[in-house]
């Protein structure tokens, strides 16, 4: 599965909620998450990632890789594969099994994901903790992808809380 998306670091996270629910996204999820990033030693890549959400008072964990070869620090076109759902018992198979691929822990973070969604457009807001940062996804439609962030960088009530933009 083909993942089109921008990647924006901001100072609050704030002013992007407020944009989605004054454009009509609907707020989908709120989630706590553990999520631990491997990376492969041969090529760096192709990631893995085991995520360990609680929401609802419910954990689940999510498995799955990534190969990042194209885009920049904030436009990104990847290939995703799908989740595999396990049981906290199966976690340190799938790290045995990481070792063995080569795949060396990169990132321990945590962080709390909002997931708005409106159309073929998503919006995944984390604020992180550990490392402290924000980090707004946007994802989707290519063409309204393009638009909603062109939007949001040149927003002057936005864009004075974006970090970085790389064009």
């Known amino acids: 599965m083909i993942e ?13 909620i407020d944009y989605c629910k004054s454009n009509g996204y609907k707020l989908v999820s709120v989630s706590n998450e553990n999520r631990l990033v491997y ?3 041969n ?30 620090n904030t436009f990104k076109i990847a ?19 990481l070792n063995v691929l080569e795949f ?11 997931v708005y969604e409106k159309d073929s457009i998503k919006f995944e807001i984390d ?12 994802e989707g439609q290519k063409d309204i992808v393009d638009e909603v962030y ?7 009530d936005i864009s004075k809380y974006i970090i970085k933009v790389e064009q």
């Open 4 to 16: 089109y998306e921008y990647s924006i670091k901001a100072t609050r996270i704030t002013p992007f």
């Open 39 to 41: 990376e492969n030693a």
């Open 43 to 72: 090529n760096k890549n192709i990631i893995s990632r085991l995520t360990i959400s609680q929401k609802n008072g419910k954990d689940t964990v999510l498995f799955d890789f990534k190969n990042k070869s194209t885009g920049n």
């Open 79 to 97: 290939e995703e594969s799908l989740p595999l759902e396990l049981n906290k018992d199966q976690i340190n198979i799938v790290k045995s099994i």
């Open 104 to 114: 060396k822990e990169m990132a321990d973070n945590l962080r709390t994901r909002y």
């Open 127 to 138: 604020e992180y903790t550990r490392p402290q940062m924000n980090i707004i996804g946007i």
């Open 150 to 156: 062109n939007t949001l960088v040149k927003c002057k």
